[in-house]
Antibody
């Protein structure tokens, strides 16, 4: 059974940093692209970033470029999102998802990030 | 950027009824459209990909149709667990989500 479990969310002040993790199981992690998607309170879904199988290709939504870094550790079946210079508008539930060429077929339950003073 | 417009924003129906949700693209996206179901506090779930293909484990009461700019998700007979928010998403040109349709119990 495919499982994705996010962790690392919490309350952080504007300008602060947070590192999200996603533990994957039930599939061969190293053979899939992976993605982070977020949902701000009362809003719809927004793709944030993705990464290819060996980590050599990464893509970001414009609003997080230069502030967020997606990475992975295939030996540990883990996906990460390093978030720096956080802003109030980054407040959201962050989901990791398995990526089949922009079809996100399995998602985690999400981790809440709140940016507030 | 391709804009996806979902309608209606809210759909109120009773269990057993048929639900028809619409997604319109601002330009042709061929059949590169997916549908997701999202319940509060849960992981979103892929229902349909490439307009009409059911994802693994999705019941047959869910079906998708359309191509080009107009797409439909149909739930043939609503079960209590089907009440949720539904999003469409295109992957023809980069990728975008629609704004969602909330399917609520009447």
């Amino acid at each position: 059974e495919v499982q994705l479990v996010e962790s690392g969310g919490g309350l952080v002040q504007p300008g602060g940093s947070l590192r999200l993790s996603c533990a994957a199981s039930g599939f061969t992690f190293s053979t899939y692209w992976m993605t982070w998607i977020r949902q701000a309170p009362g809003k719809g879904l927004e793709w944030v970033a993705n990464i290819n199988q060996d980590g050599s290709e990464t893509y970001y939504v414009d609003s997080v470029k230069g502030r967020f870094t997606i990475s992975r550790d295939n030996a540990k079946n883990s996906l990460f999102l390093q978030m720096n210079s956080l802003r109030a508008e980054d407040t959201a539930v962050y989901y990791c998802a398995r990526d089949r060429l922009w079809i996100w077929d399995y998602w985690g339950q999400g981790t809440l990030v709140t940016v507030s003073s | 950027e391709i804009v996806l417009t979902q309608s209606p924003a809210t759909l109120s129906l009773s269990p057993g009824e048929r639900a028809t949700l619409s997604c319109r693209a601002s330009q042709s996206i061929s059949s590169y459209l997916a549908w997701y179901q999202h319940k509060p506090g849960q992981a979103p779930r892929l229902l349909i990909y490439d307009a009409s293909n059911r994802a693994t484990g999705i019941p047959a009461r869910f079906s998708g149709s359309g191509s080009g700019t107009d797409f439909t998700l149909t739930i043939s007979s609503l079960e209590p667990e089907d009440f949720a928010v539904y999003y469409c998403q295109q992957r023809s040109n980069w990728h975008t989500f629609g704004g969602g349709t909330k399917l609520e119990i009447k």
